[in-house]
């Protein structure tokens, strides 16, 4: 069974930084793409990036760039997020993603509150 765990959400001041993890089970963690997927308060998903572990290629939205890496731990089945530079406008509940066998799979979501 495909399971995703998300942690390391919390509440943050602006310009401050903070490490989400995705621990993976019930698949062969670097034959697929893991990606983080956040949900603002009152809008729709938004994608942030996506890792290729296997060719460690990744990729990011626009508004995360330069300030967001998506990295794996293929020995622990965890992939990261680490955030930096936060912005009110970050905070979301963040998802881990990943689709196996044309099935997508999603985690129970972590929350991320970026305030003064």
């Known amino acids: 069974e495909v399971q995703l765990v998300e942690s390391g959400g919390g509440l943050v001041q602006p310009g401050g930084s903070l490490r989400l993890s995705c621990a993976a089970s019930?698949?062969?963690?670097?034959?697929?793409?893991m990606s983080w997927v956040r949900q603002a308060p009152g809008k729709g998903l938004e994608w942030v990036s996506t890792?290729?572990?296997?060719?460690?290629?990744?990729y990011y939205a626009d508004s995360v760039k330069g300030r967001f890496t998506i990295s794996p731990d293929n020995a622990k089945n965890t992939v990261y997020l680490q955030m930096n530079s936060l912005k009110s406008e970050d905070t979301a509940v963040y998802f881990c993603?990943?689709?196996?066998?044309?099935?997508?799979?999603w985690g129970q979501g972590t929350q991320v509150t970026v305030s003064s």
């Open positions: 890792i290729y572990s296997d060719i460690r290629n990744t």
């Open positions: 993603h990943t689709e196996v066998r044309r099935t997508k799979y």
């Open positions: 019930g698949f062969t963690f670097d034959d697929y793409a």
